[in-house]
């Protein structure tokens, strides 16, 4: 069976829905425990069950998450819409400047978690196991690329996610997996180099000149 569709956010009142820390939040520990109650949610994120309560709500009206199957017929859980979400930039309102606008916020709360999430990551690494020490990564570097070398290598990094698409939530993880946060980057930082001599060596073994930090630490998308 194929995966289902990601749910692309390309209207500015959908975006606006998620423009909250709280709901940005909220959108992370389901993503992260597969589904929760209001109460539960509200005890990972340090919000009280009726505002998590009211969140939840609002990102269900606009089509984002939407509601568990109860295991016991009396609780109400919430799980992210199959799929996952995106921001769909490109076509239609996305083109907007008030979209722009609205997605750069939405952008801002989720690069701050990020941040976040790593550092205490950092932090705590010492106390870790070793063998999740050494598992764990990092990395940040430069190279030049094409646009189409940079499609390729988005495609490839989603392939390698994918590997793993079925793994959402706690009832999906095998004995001994804990979750892993993966953040990945990638985006034009100058101008395009003038005409040159050409190409230099593509993918595969060469000099590497990029500053490269291999941390041991990693965490990404929704």
């Not at 999430?117 to 940040?140: I, K, N, V, Y």
């Not at 094409?146 to 993880?173: C, K, M, N, P, V």
Request: proline fraction near 10%.
């Amino acid at each position: 069976m194929a995966d289902p569709p990601r749910k692309q956010i390309d209207d500015v009142p959908t975006l606006r829905a998620l423009a909250h820390p709280a709901r940005v939040a909220l959108i992370e520990v389901l993503a992260m425990h597969g589904s929760l109650t209001a109460t539960g949610a509200g005890e990972l994120i340090g919000e009280s069950p009726s505002n998590c309560s009211f969140h939840l709500r609002q990102l269900a009206r606009y089509g984002l998450i939407e509601q568990a199957e109860s295991t016991d017929g009396r609780t109400r859980p919430w799980q992210v819409v199959p799929g996952g979400i995106g921001i769909g930039i490109g076509t239609g309102s996305a083109q907007d400047a008030e979209f722009t606008a609205t997605a750069a916020a939405v952008n801002d709360l989720w690069t701050a978690r990020q941040a976040a999430a790593e550092a205490e990551w950092l932090r705590r690494w010492p106390a870790e196991p070793a063998e999740w020490q050494a598992a764990a990564m990092s990395t940040f570097t430069y190279r030049w690329l094409t646009a189409d070398e940079l499609a390729a290598y988005q495609r490839d990094a989603h392939a390698l996610i994918d590997r793993y698409r079925g793994r959402r939530g706690l009832d999906s993880a095998p004995p001994g997996a804990r979750p892993v946060r993966v953040y990945v980057s990638a985006f034009p930082a100058g101008p395009a180099h003038p005409a040159g001599p050409g190409p230099g060596p593509g993918p595969g073994p060469g000099p590497d000149t990029g500053p490269d930090t291999d941390t041991d630490t990693d965490t990404g998308g929704i």
